[in-house]
């Protein structure tokens, strides 16, 4: 009797054990799926942030700004434009010229 009460001291230690660990290895899960949801809300964050500074850099107010400003650029006049249809230069100042040269 005595070595049955033995047998079942020893697997009621090997279970509990056993619980501890399960306990431990669950808490560490549990912390791992807490810091990766943490990092997912910053990933978010960060790409909203970036989403909205995207859209400020591209805004059409900006880059006439930028244009006008840093590259110099202007808006042609109507003389200045050339029309073509068909590949043939049909008004503009090139028009003119080529009305000249014939």
Same mark, same amino acid.
């Given at each position: $009797?005595?070595? &049955?009460?033995? *047998? =079942?001291?020893? *697997?009621?230690m090997l279970s509990a054990f056993s619980l501890v660990t399960a306990r431990y290895q669950? +808490?560490?899960? =549990?912390v791992s799926s807490e810091r990766m949801a943490a990092k997912t809300q910053e990933l978010d964050v960060e790409w909203? +942030?970036?989403? &909205? %500074?995207r859209a %400020? &850099?591209?805004?059409n107010a900006r880059v006439?700004?930028?244009a006008r400003q840093e590259? @110099? $650029?202007v808006v042609p006049t109507p003389a200045q434009t050339v029309y $073509? @249809?068909?590949g043939q230069i049909v008004s503009g100042p090139a028009a003119v010229m080529q009305g000249g040269e014939q």
């Open positions: $009797m005595s070595r &049955l009460c033995l *047998v =079942f001291a020893c *697997v009621l669950s +808490r560490l899960l =549990f909203r +942030r970036l989403q &909205l %500074e %400020e &850099l591209a805004r006439d700004q930028i590259l @110099k $650029m $073509m @249809k068909n």
